[in-house]
């Protein structure tokens, strides 16, 4: 059994890089991808002590597009540097994606205190470490009474329809594929249950578009995948020529129902296969 889809407390996950290892060696798990949003940094710190236990660990990150058909939305994508490191000009373009988030919170927290909530940028910053998030945003809102629940943190003041939001620079989804595919990695679309897109003839339209784009793999087995929806993704996966993947989506305590490697109660088992066939077929 595999996971390639985890996060640190490097991005919003809350285990650290360390307890993250170990928590895959205990299970234990054949594999494990790192999968930070938008950083290296958890995978790189790491891989020194995944290489010191023999453990196979994959090298990748979680990225936020933007992509326009009918209307302006968020497409998640997963990706995977499989036999080469990730060179230093994808790093630097993922420096400059960090700065856009850094201009969002700027922005967030101006609306926040404009409408007398007590928070500073120092505050979740110290929360946030290398990525800062709304996750982060939610905690201290929580921490400090303004919200029960992350759900509810986001329901009044972070999400999209909250009246404080402010919306952050996320790279154009083709343009993301393209700059994957020249530093040799893979792009995979991440849990495409979260399109939202109920038609499911519009929903394999828009991942042909996306495979028509250099799109390399579709992310089959989800913790938000139930069995019909995995069934439905392996067809259009086999049906597009694209690469399967798949993990649980482990963030530690910030999502407390979802376990490494099994996912919601056990709705996820992705087997070792899944991972060799993407290195045999030769993905970088």
Not at 65 to 87: C, K
Not at 249 to 273: M, W
Request: aromatic share 8%.
């Amino acid at each position: 059994m595999i996971d390639l889809h985890s996060h640190t407390d490097e991005s919003d996950g809350t285990y650290s890089p360390a307890e993250l290892i170990e928590a895959a060696r205990a299970l234990p798990l054949e594999a494990l991808a790192i999968t930070d949003h938008d950083t290296f940094a958890g995978y790189d710190k790491a891989l020194p002590l995944a290489q010191a236990e023999h453990f196979d660990l994959v090298c990748g990150l979680e990225m936020t597009t933007r992509h326009e058909s009918q209307r302006l939305f968020s497409i998640h994508m997963l990706v995977y540097f499989l036999n080469q490191p990730p060179p230093d000009e994808f790093r630097g373009w993922l420096l400059e994606i960090l700065e856009g988030r850094r201009d969002r919170n700027v922005r967030l927290i101006h609306n926040l205190q404009a409408a007398g909530v007590d928070i500073t940028l120092a505050e979740v910053e110290k929360v946030g470490r290398t990525l800062t998030g709304r996750p982060h945003f939610a905690r201290v809102l929580m921490d400090k009474g303004y919200a029960k629940t992350t759900e509810e943190a986001f329901r009044h003041y972070l999400g999209e329809n909250a009246p404080h939001y402010a919306e952050r620079y996320g790279p154009e989804t083709v343009y993301a594929i393209e700059r994957v595919r020249m530093a040799g990695g893979l792009s995979v679309l991440a849990h495409p249950i979260r399109l939202g897109i109920v038609d499911h003839l519009r929903e394999e339209k828009l991942i042909g578009d996306l495979r028509a784009a250099g799109l390399d793999g579709i992310e089959v087995y989800h913790s938000d995948h139930d069995a019909e929806d995995v069934k439905r993704y392996a067809r259009i996966a086999a049906k597009l020529g694209l690469a399967v993947t798949g993990g649980s989506d482990f963030h530690g305590a910030a999502k407390p129902g979802i376990a490494l490697g099994t996912g919601y109660d056990g709705n996820v088992h992705v087997p070792r296969s899944v991972l060799d066939d993407l290195r045999r077929a030769g993905c970088a």
